[in-house]
């Protein structure tokens, strides 16, 4: 007699279903309970699952134990909340030692009911070292950012069953007790799949579609490295989509954080079918988008950035581009297509004010051959990557732990290794400030040079983008923290500056800039360190911004755009996708 009931409402636990399905594992050991009971009973008539019973918990881990060794698979073992999880304990630790593939998924009503005398409330926030790999927490599930959250999570914990020789790893699920068993069919779940250098058989690469290399932070490459990617591009038509600080500068670099920035337009060619993820932290806000992610790091860990990841490449980045590409090939018509396309909208950039994007813009082409360029969080290194750095310029930016605070250091103490090369620094006020002491540093040497652009504030939280922008003025008070440091003093800096032996110069206004940029950007070393500070306005940093942001208005972009903003106001993101599926887009 066929089942009443079929999979429960509760999202997060059918998202958990459909990716042990995805990843092969279909053997469950289950205990009695209640806040097991959505889990078990969704699983009970999916004939995907193989499923036993075991009233006592610590014999189900054992027993799990048994059927793992046996078969190589993982099993699952479930149980409810109270003590039950306690009784997984010896099981998991003789899993842990013996690296047995045994996935413990513990119910729970969830870690807000902890510590307030709530019956069968058991705290599994922090679990013994050695009875699993990984353990990851399944919330429920309110919006699309709580489905993504719970996709990489119990990604997560299936893919530690077998990663560097497997072992056993834990999900502790909540549940609200639905009793809503009514969805026929199982909702789609995005699975994300592991591999490493010793795979019998490689995915292949999409057939269809764009592919771009997209870099975040990276250590300068290697000519070994550097040959691999290009090799890689040239065989299958792609680009590398890079920033400052992404360390390639090889034949398919593309800086297209110009056409990406375009509010009132959408260039087609800065979306790919497949992105190769490489590189950390990004300062890039304006990268070119894919509808799917291959992740390759010899951490093999899950770096989900943009929200699509669906495969983690466990190597060096090198083998996975030698792998992949094809000797004889010399594809760039797509590299050519996109060049040509930021060009010509960098050619319509309007007369731009006064501000770090306009400094950046005039000064690009302009920085010393075989110099380093070091930037500013956060509005610096936006302004730069507006546009390409000439050849043999390497740069880099404080993106990982992406505060403000260490930005001048970072840049002496390279310095201090490379004396025969030119270090150039572009840093906001409070940047500057935060970090002025290494100024006075006597290692300091005379390949420094230090543009301060200092607007007075934290100017970032003025700018027309910005959350904070709303407030207007009322942010300078505590926000942005105006007024700090001699208020834009004319005198602070310059004083502080030549005591310590430096050259310094100043600029208030295009005319002034222009006039004493070539001095600051000699290509030799001068008899001393070089301080420039330009001092700019608040307005005018903004409507830089928003003017490089809107070169090009597309009249039916623009009444798309706003449309899909209105529904997604009204009906949330499960409105936008029911009505992109009736459109069929």
Sequence with gaps: MESRFKYTNERNVQIVIALLKAHGIHRVIASPGTTNMTFVVSIENDPWFQIWSSVDERSAAYLACGMA???????????TGATASRNYMPGLTEAYYRKLPVLAITSTRGNHKIGHLIDQQIDRRTIPNDIAMESVTIPMVKDS????YCEIEANKAMLALTLNGGGPAHINMYTRYSKDFSVKELPHANAIYRHTVFEKKWPELPQDGKIMVRIGSHADFSEELTQAVDAFCATYDAIVCCDHTSGYRGKYEVHSQILCAQNQWASQLTKTNLSIHIGEVSGDGFACSASHVWRVSPDGA???????????FMMPEIEFFKHYAKEGNSHHEYLDRLNQEVESVKAQIPELPFSNIWMAQHMVDKVPAGSEIHLGIYHSLRSWNFFKLPAGIQAKCNVGGFGIDGGVSTMMGASFVHPEKLFIGVFGDLAFFYDMNVVGNRHVGNNVRIMLINNGKGNEFRNYHHPCAFLGEEA??????????????????????TDLGYEYLSASNKEEFLEVIDKFLLPDKTDRPILFEV??????????????????VDPKYVAKKAIKGAVKQVLGDKGVKVIKTALGK
Aim: charged share 30%.
């Design 535 to 552: 001092f700019t306005e608040t307005e005018d940093e903004s409507n830089a911004l928003e003017m490089l942001c809107n070169i090009i």
């Design 302 to 312: 899950l770096r989900d950035s943009v929200g699509n990841l669906r495969r983690v």
């Design 69 to 79: 060794a046996e078969t190589g698979e993982p099993v699952v073992i479930s149980c």
């Design 145 to 148: 950012e709580d489905e993504r």
């Design 476 to 497: 300078d008070e505590f926000v942005a923290a105006a007024g700090h440091y001699g208020n834009k003093s004319h005198k602070l800096v310059k004083d502080y500056a």
